[in-house]
């Protein structure tokens, strides 16, 4: 990270350094869009290594970025303006992407993005990229589209969390080429980290959560309560969300364990969690942490609202013959 100015100039307290990226005077979500979009796109077009980082995700050639906020493009009779358009040049070829973004709890909309399917396949770009709050699990985007748009044109969705997560380690552990790059990486992670900006990634377990922990509490939740399923659908966001954090400030690979035999099925794996949910109260998961001696257990517990990591018992020395 760029080091801080040792001296502070500031005559009161109270006043706060300027910022490159300002999140004052944004009073909705559509103005948080409109202010996001361009302020990832222009700082992926300067800072070559967040750009490859981030496009090399969705197969975009490594080359010349290029980006441009709400550009209008033809939609049968109509007109469609998508958030942002990316392009990447290289060796006479232009790979090109249309943008959709939300902020703060907006959802994506399935025609909206189903549009943008239908323009890019007309016009011959390669894939339309979804930005939001929500963490895409098992790899899969969070919307259900029309699949015969897919032939022709590659859907993508990297949360806000991914793209900090991705500005953090550059500006914390892998590093730039100039002092000029980490400094607009900096500014960037400043402006996604801020409440106001909407792009804080994860930030609670959903309005099943009260019904369900109330549930729990009195002894009557049941297998079948479809909000206990959200609930623990949201339980595995919240510890991508954790472990996106953690290597962030740590520069380790810090990821969920999900072993194929037993978690390869999302919807068998989430119904595991009800069953510990009804069983006792209690939801695990277990984090993989270079160096830590295998897997740690991370537990929550509803009717305290503690998360909790379970001490492991030293192993035992084997009895003399």
């Known amino acids: 990270m760029p080091k801080a100015a040792t001296v502070n100039l500031a005559e009161h307290p109270s006043w706060q350094h300027a910022r490159l ?8 979500d559509q103005q948080r869009e409109v202010r996001a979009t361009p302020t990832l796109l222009a700082v992926m077009a300067q ?8 496009t090399a995700r969705f197969n975009a050639p490594a080359g010349t970025i290029q980006s441009f906020a ?7 009779e109509d007109e469609v303006r998508p958030d942002g358009v990316l392009r990447v040049a290289r060796a006479g070829r232009i790979w090109t992407a249309l943008i959709e973004t939300k902020t703060g709890g907006n959802p994506l909309k399935a025609d909206q993005v189903e549009a943008y399917l239908g323009v890019a396949a007309r016009h011959g770009y390669e894939t339309v990229i979804t930005l939001s709050n929500d963490l895409a699990l098992d790899n899969e985007h969070p919307l259900k589209v029309d699949k015969r748009l897919l032939r022709k044109v590659a859907l993508r969705h990297p949360s806000w969390a991914k793209v900090a997560h991705e500005a953090e380690m550059l500006c914390r552990h892998d590093g730039v080429a100039t002092p000029v790059h980490a400094w607009l990486l900096s500014e960037l992670l400043h402006y996604l980290r801020q409440d106001n ?5 994860f930030r609670d377990m959903g309005a099943a959560w009260v019904p369900v922990r109330n549930a729990v509490t009195a002894g009557t939740l049941r297998l079948g309560d479809r909000r206990a399923m959200q609930v623990a659908e949201n339980w595995e966001k919240l510890i991508r969300q954790l472990c996106l954090r953690l290597s962030g400030e740590t520069g380790l690979a810090i990821a969920p364990v999900l072993r194929k035999r037993r978690d390869g099925d ?5 119904l595991q969690t009800v069953t510990s949910l009804v069983e006792s109260g ?8 270079p160096n830590a001696g295998g897997p740690v257990l991370l537990e929550a517990d509803l009717r305290t609202g503690q ?14 013959p």
């Open 266 to 270: 999302a919807s068998v794996r989430r």
């Open 47 to 54: 800072v070559p290594e967040l750009g490859r980082r981030l």
């Open 197 to 201: 900006a909407g792009c804080q990634g």
């Open 70 to 76: 709400e550009a209008t493009l033809k939609h049968g």
């Open 307 to 320: 998360i909790e990591t379970p001490s492991r018992s030293p192993p035992q020395p084997a009895p003399a």
């Open 282 to 289: 209690r939801m695990s998961a277990e984090i993989r942490i």
């Open 21 to 28: 990226f300002p999140v004052t005077g944004l009073r909705n």
